[in-house]
């Protein structure tokens, strides 16, 4: 993110966006479950999916930030993340809300990466971790 001691702002807004994976999954299973038609089991194994592609992404990019450079990677993440979402969100299919969802959660690992890794190379991490 940025190296200025007060830009701490940008951070936690990337932060939090990178968790609209978990924010979102128990609407997502809800919605899946009631309005798609899924068994509880069928909408839990999606909710999965999601999480597993923002764990993922997070665990793929972590050590990688400084090399893609961290405001391409927020950016990237933040279009995954939009777009995946917003298009979930659009349709009626369920192999399409499926996809939607997988490109969200990549999304949003992807923005939480970031973020971690510029919570981790401030000059107080933990402050800047309580902020958020």
Do not use: C, I, K, P
């Given at each position: 993110m940025s190296s200025r001691p007060g830009a701490v702002w940008p951070l936690v807004a990337v932060?939090?966006?990178g968790y609209l994976a978990s924010y979102l999954l128990p609407t997502i299973v809800g919605r899946l479950s009631a309005?798609?038609?899924l068994s509880p089991a069928q909408a839990g194994l999606v909710g999965s999916?999601?999480?597993l592609s923002s764990a993922g992404a997070g665990f793929a990019l972590a050590g990688r930030v400084e090399r893609f450079g961290p405001r391409a990677s927020a950016r990237t993440?933040?279009?995954?993340a939009a777009t995946g979402y917003g298009f979930a969100a659009l349709t009626g299919s369920v192999p399409l809300v499926v996809l939607g969802v997988v490109v969200g959660g990549?999304?949003?690992g992807t923005a939480t990466a970031v973020?971690?890794?510029g919570t981790a190379a401030r000059p107080d991490p933990h402050r800047t971790s309580s902020l958020g």
């Open positions: 932060f939090t966006a309005q798609l038609g999916a999601l999480l993440g933040l279009v995954l990549l999304g949003s973020a971690a890794a």
